[in-house]
Structures are given as C-alpha cells and as structure tokens.
C-alpha cells in the first residue's frame, strides 16, 4: 500500500510543480490533434536582457566614434585627459571614453562617411 502512496505523491508533486511554473512564467495555449486546448507553461529566458546590453554597448561604441571624429584625436584626448583629472565618476567616464581600436575604426569611418560639422 505504501509503495502506492509514494506513486501518488510523486504525481502530485508533479502537478503541483506544473501549477506552479504556470503561475510564475505564463502559460503558452496549444491546440492538440483533437481540438483539446491545453497551457503549457512558457520556458524560461535569461532574466538579464542580453539583447539590450549588446544594444547599449553598440550606441556607446558609436558615441564614442562620433565624438572621435567630430572633435579630432588630440581634443578627444584633452577632454579625457581632464575627466580623469576629476571625481571618481569622472574617472571612470574618462576610464569607459578613452579611444579603443574599435572607436579609433568607427571614428575613420564616421569621417569618410560624414562630412565635418
């Protein structure tokens, strides 16, 4: 009899956990073969948007190459020069502003492309 029981407990425990996924990640509804409509819960993503940290990086990557090219490299670097000078905020803009391969790239490109301001 007991080994019924455990069976018992084991699918309930089952259910219990599906109610619960469910309740906290949605439920996404599928139409069987049969025409039987059924929630299944919805899978879990990354709880961190990855998408909108690349996003991020990529705007700041072309801030900084705008800025390269509209000021020139020597005022570029002036003005980082003197944020580092500063706070500690401002040293850790001046450690994010200071002029990568990448930003140096799109900085090239940016000036090719655009004429000056």
Known sequence: MSGANLQFDKRVR???????????N???LRMNSDGLIE??????????????LVLLVGAGM?????LLAHL??????ERVGLLADGTIVEQAGAWIMQPDPVTVQL???????????
């Open 14 to 24: 089952k259910i219990v956990q599906g109610h619960h996924r469910l309740a906290t």
């Open 26 to 28: 949605g439920a996404v």
């Open 39 to 52: 929630a299944r819960p919805r899978r879990r993503g990354p709880r961190f948007p990855l998408r909108g």
């Open 62 to 66: 072309l801030f900084k190459g705008f």
């Open 72 to 77: 020139g490299g020597i005022s570029y670097n």
């Open 107 to 117: 900085a090239e490109w940016i000036g090719q492309v655009l004429p000056p301001l």
